[in-house]
């Protein structure tokens, strides 16, 4: 085995430790990869206010308040969202929020839960 060690692509943790022959696991979230799982991800790489990486199905807590337009109320800072989707563009998650229905946000306004 050799000591070089590989961010864990679930976490970002950058302990990651050989465990098998091209295999890692992470210390951190016990997340278990191999080499070429980790070459292989074009997977959408979306980072939350405190640049943890966000999935898709993850819950995020918005971290100020959002105006919306068309809408006389805004989004409150501390509202919870549940299973979101990633997605392209500038407002790269899309969910639901109770009381406004289907929104797009930016990652940079939210925090992992």
């Known amino acids: 085995m050799s000591e070089e060690m ?4 679930s976490c970002q943790c950058p302990y990651g430790y050989e465990s098998g022959e091209n295999e890692f696991t992470c210390p951190e979230c016990s997340h278990v990869w191999t080499v070429t799982e980790a070459e292989d991800t074009d997977m959408l790489l979306v980072i939350d206010a405190n640049g943890v990486r966000l999935q898709s199905g993850d819950s995020v807590m918005v971290m100020k308040d959002l105006p919306v337009k068309g809408a006389p109320k805004s989004i409150k800072a501390g509202t919870k969202v549940k299973n979101i989707r990633l997605t392209d563009g500038d ?3 899309d969910c639901k929020i109770e009381g406004f229905g289907a929104m797009a946000l930016k990652s940079e306004f939210v925090k992992k839960v």
């Open 91 to 93: 407002h790269n998650i």
């Open 6 to 9: 590989k961010e864990c692509p």
